[in-house]
């Protein structure tokens, strides 16, 4: 006996779980979104402030910083910081922006292709000592790795490679969320029955690989590039230890160099910093859509 359907308040019809219980709506209550508006406007705000004050702040120098209002302008000096910018740093700000590009890119590129490749594997091979090799991956989530700087230095120093670009890179590359979200992407997005069509055809498991199990992890590769490229360029403490050379610096380093020197000025450090985060705002904005499609991956099993 089928059961009848049911109309909301608001005209939508929908059919009850239990026959004879009156209609509810569907929409969410007022408080509700009330709640969900200022909890998402308090979200916005917290994330937009500090980008509206690096830009009114990348204006200024020293005395404005001091005597105007923090998030009003005060005497355009835009291309005086610049120059000062570029006076502090010796002409050195653009190579350390180029150098923090270099390292994200490569770090994200190979580290998201390892990420996915183990991903996979962990999702459709059967092999010993499978549970025990994720075990130790997801343990690497809780490990922080300002606690293996050091370790990391003393590796490095020991076969020669500090102070060079390796240093940063190799470390980078590693993620064990990466893995995780690569797993998880691989069980729910990559048929089985594929694979072995795929093999009943007699192509290799590299061919599978490159061709049909890359596409599509799309997403996920997305999402796992923007977590390594955003790791990789916000990671301060592994380049400090490793690298002190001018010419290979990325531009956190070289900014914090800037704030060390004595009564530096800070309307030029801010000018740095608001140019060193916008290669990060491009990234996220061109990726945008691939990047919220790889968070959800995992999510909804089919």
């Known amino acids: 006996m089928s059961t009848k359907l049911a109309t909301t308040a608001d005209g939508l019809q929908y059919r009850p779980s239990v026959e004879g219980m009156p209609p ?3 929409a969410p209550k007022t408080p509700a979104r009330v709640i969900t508006t200022v909890i998402l406007v308090v979200a916005l705000l917290y994330f937009l402030v500090p980008i509206a004050w690096l830009i009114i702040a990348s204006t200024k120098n020293n005395a404005d910083l001091a005597s105007s209002f923090g998030f009003w302008f005060a005497d355009m000096n835009l291309a005086d910081n610049w120059t000062k910018l570029m006076g502090w740093t010796q002409r050195m ?6 150098n923090s590009v270099l390292y994200s890119t490569v770090a994200a590129t190979v580290g998201t292709l390892l990420s996915v490749s183990a991903g996979y594997a962990m999702a459709k091979f059967k092999f010993p000592g499978k549970n025990l090799t994720m075990g130790v991956i997801m343990g690497g989530l809780l ?10 230095y003393v590796v490095f120093h020991n076969i020669g490679l500090t102070n060079t670009m390796w240093a940063v890179i190799i470390p980078s590359v590693v993620s064990p969320f990466g893995v995780f979200l690569g797993r998880v992407y691989a069980e729910s997005s990559v048929p089985t029955e594929l694979l072995e069509a795929a093999r009943i055809d007699g192509a290799g498991e590299a061919r599978i690989f490159f061709t049909m199990v890359l596409r599509l992890l799309a997403p996920a590769m997305v999402t796992i590039f923007l977590f390594i490229f955003v790791a990789t360029w916000n990671n301060f403490l592994l380049p400090l230890m490793m690298v002190n050379s001018t010419e290979i610096m990325p531009v956190t380093q070289g900014l914090y160099g800037m704030m060390s020197y ?3 000025d800070k309307g030029a450090v801010m000018l740095g910093a608001l140019l060193g985060v916008i290669p ?7 990726l945008q859509r691939f990047w919220q499609a790889g968070l959800a991956a995992g999510s909804v099993k089919g």
């Open 93 to 98: 700000f653009p190579r350390w922006v180029f």
């Open 280 to 286: 990060l705002i491009l990234l996220f904005v061109f």
């Open 143 to 152: 490990m922080p790795i300002a606690l293996l700087t050091i370790p990391l």
């Open 262 to 264: 004595f009564a530096p």
């Open 24 to 26: 509810r709506s569907i």
